[in-house]
């Protein structure tokens, strides 16, 4: 099957058999990986532009090395370092982009819709890799992918989400791709941080770490921004944080005895995750960085065969 968009905005765009048929992909994806010389023709003669107006090091690299594994020409352009400085819109800026040739681009924006207004005035295949508070899909496809390749499924596992559910792109995209998939998601952090009307999307709301890690298979605990911590109508000081909904060997006992552990990094150990479960062998974080590049080559080749359809 081919995606029924040109562009990947979003899990909320898409079907959960869309999805499957991402991640069956990254699986052939993930061989490549595997292989002594990471490389296939598979997207020769492509150019793929990773527009990023925000700080990255994973994703930004992850989509680098995927289109690069498969033989696509890359330009990486950071808007620190662009006419972006000169004053020049989004729009323009990707529309130069477009007639220097690229097939792709991938965008990085602070600002939530940003991709889905890049992708109405440009030809070329948008990739949203993270805008604003709204959605990282590419983050929550490798997020299934790791959970999928050590379970064998989605459907029917309890998924615990920590931390600042209100400004986490993360967060959005992980409730729609578990969800549609047959999960059945937990969120939990200080009232604060969790956002009216979760419970429309069929998440079940906690403000108790332990009720929320109460037979958990996979407990995904959020970045925690300590800039947060200056705004007091968001959140207590770093120790309380830590305290009350800090991930400790203690609190995932509580947990399924082999349930996994994520994050989407970087972390801050001692913060929202102890050092000691970071360290874990079901601890899958590391796994989570390896494969993002097999889900990135999936999303860029499935785009691409789609143009060629």
């Given amino acids: 099957m081919a995606l029924r968009h040109k562009d990947l905005l979003g899990l909320a765009d898409l079907s959960p058999e869309e999805i499957e048929h991402i991640l069956e992909q990254a699986e052939a994806m993930r061989e490549v990986l595997e292989r002594e010389i990471k490389k296939v023709p598979a997207l020769r003669g492509r150019v793929v532009v990773n527009l990023f107006y925000e700080p990255s090091t994973r994703t930004r690299f992850s989509f680098e090395l995927a289109a690069k594994y498969l033989s696509a020409e890359t330009v990486s352009v950071a808007a620190a370092t662009a006419s972006v400085v000169k004053g020049e819109g989004l729009l323009d800026t990707a529309r130069t982009v477009e007639a220097l040739g690229a097939d792709v681009v991938v965008l990085r924006h602070p600002s939530a819709g940003a991709a889905a207004f890049l992708?109405?005035?440009?030809?070329?295949?948008?990739?949203?890799?993270?805008?604003?508070?709204h959605e990282h899909p590419t983050q929550a496809l490798l997020d299934l992918f790791?959970?999928?390749?050590?379970?064998?499924?989605?459907?029917?596992?309890?998924?615990?989400?920590?931390?600042?559910?209100?400004?986490?792109r993360v967060a959005r995209s992980n409730i729609w791709g578990f969800s549609k998939l047959g999960a059945r998601v937990r969120v939990c952090g200080p009232a604060t941080l969790i956002p009216p009307g979760l419970e429309e999307l069929g998440v079940e709301v906690y403000y108790q770490l332990e009720e929320a890690l109460e037979g958990a298979d996979v407990v995904y605990v959020l970045r925690l921004q300590r800039e947060r911590?200056?705004?007091q109508t968001f959140l207590p000081g770093p120790e309380e944080y830590a305290r009350l909904y800090g991930l400790n060997r203690e609190r995932l006992r509580l947990a399924q005895p082999d349930a996994l552990v994520m994050h989407p990094g970087p972390m801050?150990?001692?913060?929202?995750?102890?050092?000691e479960v970071a360290e874990l062998d079901r601890a899958v974080i590391e796994e989570q960085v390896t494969n993002g590049v097999a889900v990135r080559m999936a999303c860029l080749y499935l785009l691409m065969r789609r143009g060629e359809a």
Avoid: P, Q
Wanted: hydrophobic residues 45%.
């Fill in 146 to 168: 790791t959970v999928k390749r050590h379970k064998g499924r989605i459907k029917g596992l309890t998924v615990t989400i920590v931390g600042d559910i209100l400004h986490s």
């Fill in 229 to 231: 911590f200056s705004e």
């Fill in 119 to 133: 992708a109405r005035h440009v030809k070329a295949a948008v990739i949203n890799a993270g805008d604003g508070m």
């Fill in 268 to 275: 801050n150990r001692g913060l929202e995750i102890a050092a």
